[in-house]
């Protein structure tokens, strides 16, 4: 792969693929909306490193507005992450704007893609939240869809999107359901930042539920991998689960977040907004075995990595 675009460069996942596609020698072009889902100062702290690289060119805008032919020049593949994330803000008026950014937008760049005289490869971040609470020991791809977030039922409607333009076109599109990505650059809204920075601040800890659910954490280079590994190695059409090294309850993850700092956390527990599962486990069989696909990085490393950036940010 010699150049790539990445949508969604300045986000979390995002901004640590681009990263590491210049640190390969790819040429990158980034595209990034700043929708005000957060904090654009965030944002622009992750592209500070990767802005200053001669191999990446920028453009500040939202798909919606795009100019694909120059952006689409050239490029072998196109990593899609560019998104409406975070499934407890999606009901109500906001319903609208995770259409546009998650499904409307998708169909432009599937769109743009099927123009070129030879489509780039494209590889679709999608999530865990098209399965909703997961049912037996872990969960494949075949497994029923049944979100539990209107979030959720866009990014499924994505993939359904997606896989048509494979069938009818025999675009090369492959999806990736990440579980719950962490690790520096966390988005401020997911629960081990606002965890992590409770904590230093030696505030309550705000745990949604009663702490009993349970997720499958994965560490943000994890996810990193399985793009540049889908980007290589995907048959059109796949669609593999993104997971970590293990299924852990949100309680048990404060204890080593605890011992990492050396406290007690103190926990209030409220109703949580809707939408949230009660458990994520994934298989990843799928990706293991077409894409060699393992998980590196456990859970305490993970966490370790997290701390000593939110660290050295609230001394900065
Ligand atoms: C995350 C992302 O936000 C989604 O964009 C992504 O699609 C999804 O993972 C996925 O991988 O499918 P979520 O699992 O809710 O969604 O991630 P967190 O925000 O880190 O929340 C994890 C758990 O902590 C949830 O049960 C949540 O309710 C809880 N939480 C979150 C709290 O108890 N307190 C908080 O302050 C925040």
Known sequence: MKKALVTGCAGFIGSHLTQRLLNDGVTVIGIDGFIDNYDVAAKLRNLAEIGKHPAFTFHSTTLQTGRWDSWLENVDAVFHLAALP???NSWGKSFADYVSHNILATQELLEACL??????VIVVSSSSSVYGTMQGIVTNENAPLRPVSPYGVTKEAMEQICSVYVKAYGLPVTMLRYFTVYGPRQRPDMAFHR??????KGEQVIVYGDGQQSRDFT??????????????????????????????????VLSIMGTLMNLTPRITYQNGPAGDSLRTCADIQFAQQRLGY????????GLRHQLAEIRSQSKG
């Open 195 to 200: 965890f992590f920075r409770q904590m230093m």
């Open 115 to 120: 123009q070129r005289p030879k489509p780039p």
């Open 86 to 88: 975070g499934v407890r």
């Open 219 to 252: 560490y943000v280079t994890d996810a990193v991998e399985a793009n540049l590994l889908a980007a290589q190695h995907a048959v059109p059409g796949d669609i593999f689960n993104v997971g970590g090294d293990r299924e852990i309850k949100l309680i048990d």
């Open 294 to 301: 393992k998980p590196k990085v456990t859970l305490e490393e």
